[in-house]
């Protein structure tokens, strides 16, 4: 009888687990608990036996009960919470899973990424140097004093904190700050590159107010420029394409001298500055993009960053990142702001 009870005691468990829905532990209910069920015959059997043996075996029966009972209870609880049939929310768990969205870096940093690498390549390390600065670094010690004209080129956010022994603070409106910051090491030769943001009191198509430039400086024993023409057709072919080409055309910086500005050749036109139907290129001037500024350093620059300038020659570029990457084949953006404005379309596009 015991091993009875106990055997009964398991299927009716297992029927009760293996119910699905409300319906099928109803059945599970009138099958084993109802009046002609099998658990409540047993019940009733009970009653038959000899006396000696009632109270043994009743105790069993009964706690045998309580326990179903309290398990139907629970299952029944837990099929109707949840509203629907566990078919319906069977899962495979070999099926495979859906990805959640991912992220990836924003534009501007995979174009800061890639020119730190182009070059790192040619022994340019990059630098990082403060971006909000003394006058000195940005605009004194780069041959512009206080009150110089030129300044107005750099539209300038100046920070309201007391004035130091190397004046103003600024947001550095230029990476040109670094190079003398980086002459001050006195590590022989120079080779940085200084990535950094620039700030500058501008915002429209082509401007933002905070914004990228990349600074490269070259200081040692006879740098010409022939040096420069080497690095800036290495740049712009590895970053451009092999077909691109480079122009200086003279400029005027008070920090280099001689100063250039530096041209690259169109994606667009092939250089040619006609489109096919032979009108004029709409992305260039005349088959040409302007790069940005360049030259051989200034030798009142290389004396305030402590360097004999009859000893040593330098050559220095400044781009801005922002407008380089633009330049890129195939991207045409038509608005510099939109890199900045946070637009998950369109920062997933790249
Ligand atoms: N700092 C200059 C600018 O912001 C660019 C430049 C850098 C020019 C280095 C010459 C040499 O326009």
Redesign the pocket.
């Known amino acids: 009888m015991k091993d009875k009870i106990k055997t009964l005691q398991r299927e009716i468990a297992k029927a009760i687990q293996e119910a699905r829905t409300p319906t099928a532990l109803d059945e599970v209910q009138n099958t084993y608990f109802g009046r002609k069920g099998k658990l409540t015959m047993i019940l009733r059997a009970v009653r038959d036996l000899p006396e000696k043996d009632r109270p043994s075996i009743g105790k069993i029966v009964n706690s045998a009960k309580l326990d179903l009972e309290s398990r139907l209870n629970e299952r029944k609880a837990m099929l109707e919470g949840q509203g629907s049939s566990l078919d319906e929310e069977w899962a495979d768990v070999t099926e495979p899973g859906i990805r959640p969205p991912e992220g990836h870096l924003h534009l501007v940093t995979h174009a800061i990424r890639e020119i730190t690498s182009i070059f790192d390549t040619i022994g340019f390390t990059r630098v990082r140097y403060p971006e909000v600065d003394w006058d000195w670094y940005a605009f004194e010690s780069l041959n512009m004093p206080a009150d110089h004209p030129a300044r107005d080129?750099?539209e300038t956010f100046f920070m309201d904190a007391p004035p130091g022994k190397k004046g103003k603070m600024v947001l550095t409106?230029?990476?040109?700050n670094s190079?003398v910051r980086e002459m001050e090491r006195g590590e022989f030769p120079i080779r940085m590159i200084d990535i950094a943001k620039?700030y500058r009191r501008q915002s429209d198509v082509t401007h933002v107010p905070m914004f990228h430039?990349f600074?490269g400086l070259y200081v040692d024993k006879d740098v010409s420029i022939a040096h420069l023409r080497g690095i800036l057709d290495y740049f712009v072919k590895a970053f451009f394409g092999p077909d691109r080409k480079t122009r200086l055309r003279p400029f005027h910086?008070r920090?280099?001298e001689p100063?250039f500005e530096i041209d690259v050749s169109c994606d667009a036109c092939g250089g040619s500055g006609k489109n096919e139907q032979g009108e004029k290129c709409r992305m260039c001037k005349r088959g040409w993009l302007e790069l940005?500024?360049?030259?051989m350093v200034h030798p009142n620059v290389l004396s305030a960053g402590g360097i004999d300038s009859t000893e040593y020659s330098g050559l220095?570029?400044?781009?801005g990142v922002e407008r380089t990457y633009m330049m890129k084949e195939g991207l045409k953006v038509d608005d510099i702001r939109t890199l900045y404005r946070n637009d998950i379309r369109f920062l997933k596009q790249f």
């Open positions: 080129e750099w409106p230029h990476t040109s190079q620039c430039q600074e910086f920090f280099t100063s940005g500024g360049a030259g220095a570029f400044g781009w």
